[in-house]
């Protein structure tokens, strides 16, 4: 597999051509503290397409010690780099987790569907 491997800083891949991703990517670039590096799937040219897919699909955090968190764990993750992560830590309460899962699940899905998979599929 030629992922890219762990670093010394936590590693969010993100897609560069969604725009509410590029806008949240923005946030995190100019607030996060060291730690965090910010990584566009479209710039990686060492992954095959089945790779970019995975990444395309769900939200990636791959921690230095190779643990991967997806969806809405690695985005929590990455906003406890800035001085707001806080504020996302009741997303992964056992209270709220499940329900905010399955929201991340069905955005993440339309997302992808609309800007890749979809247009594919159905050339209308």
């Given amino acids: 597999m030629s992922l890219p491997l762990p670093t ?3 590693q969010l891949f993100y897609d560069g051509r969604c725009p509410l991703c590029a806008r949240e990517m923005a946030f995190l670039r100019k607030h996060a503290r060291a730690g965090l590096t910010l990584v566009d799937i479209h710039s990686l040219g060492c992954i095959n397409d089945a790779e970019r897919e995975q990444l395309l699909r769900d939200l990636h955090l791959l921690q230095p010690d190779g643990r991967w968190q997806l ?3 690695a985005n929590v993750t990455a906003w406890s780099f800035t001085p707001v992560g806080f504020l996302w830590k009741p997303l992964r309460w056992k ?3 499940g329900v905010v899962d399955r929201m991340y ?3 993440a899905d339309k997302r992808y569907c609309k800007n890749y998979a979809c247009a594919l599929d159905n050339p209308h």
């Fill in 95 to 97: 209270i709220w987790s």
């Fill in 71 to 73: 969806g809405v764990e």
């Fill in 8 to 10: 010394a800083s936590a």
């Fill in 105 to 107: 699940r069905r955005w």
